[in-house]
């Protein structure tokens, strides 16, 4: 997609912020958004997940921030509660355009895609992040975390994102990483981890 096309796409205002590559379970209830997975589904198209800036997931709609990341359905299953459950994975960033609340409260939006910096290979100073992450890939304990991951050790845009998941940071700090290009999320990353001695500097 040339990053200068913009596209209409449904918002998932949620509490925590998605990023490409990134695993995304979700339970679904509210007739708004059980309308939104279906027409998803049919039409094989992805929603915008947006970190909530005030409000809740459910109910009015909440204020939200203006970059996000697509988020496309692999799988579904129905909950013992009843409940529809999802499993998805974040795509391609973007940021807000416009956006319109319809009838039924749920939100739409036109979006711009924000192009990945080109990044193919991670540079010596950030060996140590990339190892990091390695050594975390397989812990048991994070099984859940690296279960259908699909490793791209020496990619910066990848090693950036999965620090982000999983490093102990707000969900601001998470959302203003997001909003970086790779080269300068890495850099904040590096610093992030060398101030908390995740990593020797």
């Given at each position: 997609?040339?990053?200068?096309?913009?596209l209409?796409?449904?918002?998932?205002?949620?509490?925590?912020?998605?990023?490409?590559?990134?695993?995304?379970p979700?339970?679904?209830?509210?007739?708004r958004?059980?309308?939104?997975?279906?027409?998803?589904?049919?039409?094989?198209?992805?929603?915008?997940?947006?970190?909530?800036?005030?409000?809740?997931?459910?109910?009015?709609?909440?204020?939200?921030?203006?970059?996000?990341?697509?988020?496309?359905?692999?799988?579904?299953d129905?909950?013992?509660?009843?409940h529809?459950?999802?499993s998805?994975?974040?795509?391609?960033?973007?940021?807000?355009?416009?956006?319109?609340?319809?009838?039924?409260?749920?939100?739409?939006?036109?979006?711009?895609?924000?192009?990945?910096?080109?990044?193919?290979?991670i540079?010596?100073?950030h060996?140590?992040?990339?190892?990091?992450?390695?050594?975390?890939?397989?812990k048991?304990?994070?099984k859940?975390?690296?279960?259908?991951?699909?490793?791209?050790?020496?990619?910066?845009?990848?090693?950036?994102?999965?620090?982000?998941?999983?490093?102990?940071?707000?969900?601001?700090?998470?959302?203003a990483?997001?909003?970086?290009?790779?080269?300068?999320?890495?850099?904040?990353?590096?610093?992030i981890?060398?101030?908390?001695?995740?990593?020797?500097?």
């Amino acid at each position: 997609m040339n990053s200068m096309d913009t596209l209409q796409i449904p918002l998932f205002p949620l509490g925590t912020v998605l990023f490409p590559d990134g695993i995304l379970p979700l339970r679904i209830f509210e007739p708004r958004y059980l309308t939104m997975i279906g027409n998803c589904m049919r039409n094989g198209t992805g929603f915008g997940v947006v970190l909530i800036s005030q409000g809740r997931e459910a109910g009015i709609p909440a204020k939200f921030h203006k970059v996000g990341t697509v988020a496309r359905i692999d799988d579904f299953d129905q909950l013992d509660d009843g409940h529809l459950g999802l499993s998805c994975h974040g795509e391609y960033r973007f940021k807000i355009i416009s956006h319109a609340i319809q009838d039924d409260q749920l939100i739409t939006a036109e979006v711009a895609p924000v192009a990945a910096e080109d990044h193919s290979e991670i540079l010596p100073e950030h060996a140590a992040m990339s190892d990091f992450v390695r050594e975390l890939y397989h812990k048991e304990a994070l099984k859940a975390w690296a279960e259908g991951m699909q490793p791209q050790w020496q990619n910066g845009e990848w090693l950036g994102c999965r620090l982000c998941e999983i490093l102990p940071l707000s969900m601001e700090s998470r959302q203003a990483l997001l909003e970086m290009q790779s080269s300068e999320r890495l850099s904040q990353l590096s610093k992030i981890m060398k101030e908390n001695q995740i990593i020797l500097s």
